[in-house]
C-alpha cells in the first residue's frame, strides 16, 4: 500500500502507542460484544460485527459506553465467536470489527487474518484515535468507515479530551491515501456541531481530498447524555445544502 508523502510524515510523528493487549505473546483480541448478522453496518454487505472493548474518550453521545473500559478477561472468546463463522459463510459477505475503538487492541490485525483465510471480507469501524495501528490494519481491510466527530481542532467538545482531533486528522490522510473503499462520517447535533465549526470541517475534508461525506442525525438513547436532549435531530436541508457548496458530495442518514 503506497501511503503518500503526507500520510508517511504524519506516521513518522511520535504517537502515543496504545497499550492494550501489547506484550511479546499474542493475546487474543478483546470482545465486549457481537452481532451475528447485519445488513445496515456496510452498505451491501451482510456482516457479522465484533465489538472490542475499549476507548479512552467520552463522547457525549457515546451509544456503548459499556465497551469504554477494558475487563481483566474478554466478556466473549474471541475464539469461539470465530469457530462460529465457517459454518454461516453462505450467509455472511464480510466481519466488520467495531468498538469501542478496535484499534485499542494489538490482536487485531492477527483477528482480521483470521477473518480473510475464512475467505470473508474485512470492514473497519474506528474513531481514528491511533494512526499507527490503523497503519497496521488498512492493508487488511476491504472497507473503512472514519468518524470524524468535529473541526480536527474542536474535538474537546466532544471526546472531552483535549488535542484528540490530531491522531484523526492523521487517520484521515491513512485513509484517503489507502485506496480502499471508506465512509467519512460525522454525527449531527446542533449544539456540538455549529454551523461555522461544520463549514470549516467540510472545507478541510474537501482539502484533504475528500470526495463524499455522510452526515448522521444525532439519535438519543439510553446512553447518550441527557443535555444532548431526547429528540432525533436530523440535519436540516438548508444546512445540508449550505455544506454542499463546498464540493462534497453528502449524505444524510
Ligand atoms: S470514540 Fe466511539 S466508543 Fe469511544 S467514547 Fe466516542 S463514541 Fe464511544
Same mark, same amino acid.
Given at each position: 500500500? @503506497?501511503?503518500?508523502?503526507?500520510?508517511?510524515?504524519?506516521?513518522?510523528?511520535p504517537?502515543?502507542?496504545?497499550?492494550? @493487549?501489547?506484550?511479546?505473546?499474542?493475546?487474543?483480541?478483546?470482545?465486549?460484544?457481537?452481532?451475528? %448478522?447485519s445488513? /445496515?453496518?456496510?452498505p451491501?454487505?451482510?456482516?457479522?460485527?465484533? !465489538?472490542?472493548?475499549?476507548c479512552?474518550?467520552?463522547?457525549?453521545?457515546?451509544? *456503548?459506553?459499556?465497551?469504554?473500559?477494558r475487563?481483566?478477561?474478554?466478556?466473549?472468546?474471541?475464539?469461539?465467536?470465530?469457530?462460529? #463463522?465457517?459454518?454461516? #459463510?453462505?450467509?455472511?459477505?464480510?466481519?466488520?470489527?467495531s468498538?469501542?475503538?478496535?484499534?485499542?487492541?494489538?490482536?487485531?490485525? =492477527?483477528?482480521?487474518?483470521?477473518?480473510?483465510?475464512?475467505?470473508? =471480507?474485512?470492514?473497519?469501524?474506528?474513531?481514528?484515535?491511533?494512526? @499507527?495501528?490503523?497503519?497496521? +490494519?488498512?492493508?487488511?481491510?476491504?472497507?473503512?468507515?472514519l468518524?470524524?466527530?468535529?473541526?480536527?481542532?474542536?474535538?474537546? /467538545?466532544? /471526546?472531552?479530551?483535549?488535542?484528540?482531533?490530531?491522531?484523526? =486528522?492523521? +487517520? %484521515?490522510?491513512?485513509?484517503?491515501?489507502?485506496?480502499?473503499?471508506?465512509?467519512?462520517?460525522?454525527?449531527? *447535533?446542533?449544539?456540538l456541531?455549529?454551523?461555522?465549526?461544520?463549514?470549516? !470541517?467540510?472545507?478541510?475534508?474537501?482539502?484533504?481530498?475528500?470526495?463524499?461525506?455522510?452526515l448522521?442525525?444525532?439519535?438519543?438513547?439510553?446512553?447518550?447524555e441527557?443535555?444532548?436532549?431526547?429528540?432525533?435531530?436530523?440535519p436540516?436541508?438548508? !444546512?445540508?445544502?449550505?455544506?454542499s457548496?463546498?464540493?462534497?458530495?453528502? /449524505?444524510?442518514?
Amino acid at each position: 500500500m @503506497n501511503l503518500g508523502a503526507s500520510a508517511a510524515a504524519v506516521l513518522s510523528r511520535p504517537w502515543p502507542a496504545p497499550s492494550a @493487549n501489547d506484550g511479546p505473546q499474542p493475546v487474543p483480541l478483546d470482545v465486549g460484544g457481537f452481532t451475528p %448478522l447485519s445488513d /445496515t453496518v456496510w452498505p451491501g454487505q451482510r456482516v457479522a460485527v465484533v !465489538l472490542v472493548q475499549g476507548c479512552p474518550w467520552r463522547c457525549h453521545y457515546c451509544h *456503548h459506553p459499556s465497551l469504554q473500559a477494558r475487563t481483566e478477561r474478554s466478556p466473549q472468546a474471541w475464539e469461539r465467536l470465530l469457530a462460529t #463463522l465457517p459454518p454461516r #459463510l453462505g450467509q455472511l459477505d464480510a466481519v466488520v470489527f467495531s468498538g469501542g475503538e478496535p484499534t485499542l487492541d494489538a490482536a487485531l490485525p =492477527r483477528a482480521m487474518m483470521q477473518v480473510k483465510e475464512l475467505g470473508l =471480507r474485512v470492514g473497519l469501524q474506528t474513531a481514528g484515535l491511533y494512526p @499507527n495501528r490503523l497503519a497496521a +490494519c488498512l492493508p487488511l481491510v476491504d472497507w473503512v468507515a472514519l468518524d470524524i466527530k468535529t473541526a480536527f481542532e474542536a474535538y474537546k /467538545t466532544v /471526546t472531552s479530551v483535549p488535542v484528540s482531533g490530531e491522531p484523526v =486528522r492523521a +487517520c %484521515l490522510d491513512l485513509v484517503l491515501g489507502s485506496g480502499k473503499d471508506h465512509e467519512l462520517r460525522t454525527t449531527w *447535533h446542533p449544539d456540538l456541531l455549529p454551523e461555522a465549526t461544520l463549514m470549516h !470541517l467540510a472545507r478541510t475534508l474537501k482539502a484533504a481530498g475528500a470526495r463524499h461525506w455522510v452526515l448522521q442525525a444525532y439519535h438519543p438513547d439510553a446512553c447518550t447524555e441527557s443535555c444532548l436532549g431526547s429528540v432525533v435531530c436530523h440535519p436540516p436541508e438548508a !444546512l445540508v445544502a449550505h455544506l454542499s457548496q463546498v464540493g462534497l458530495a453528502i /449524505t444524510v442518514r
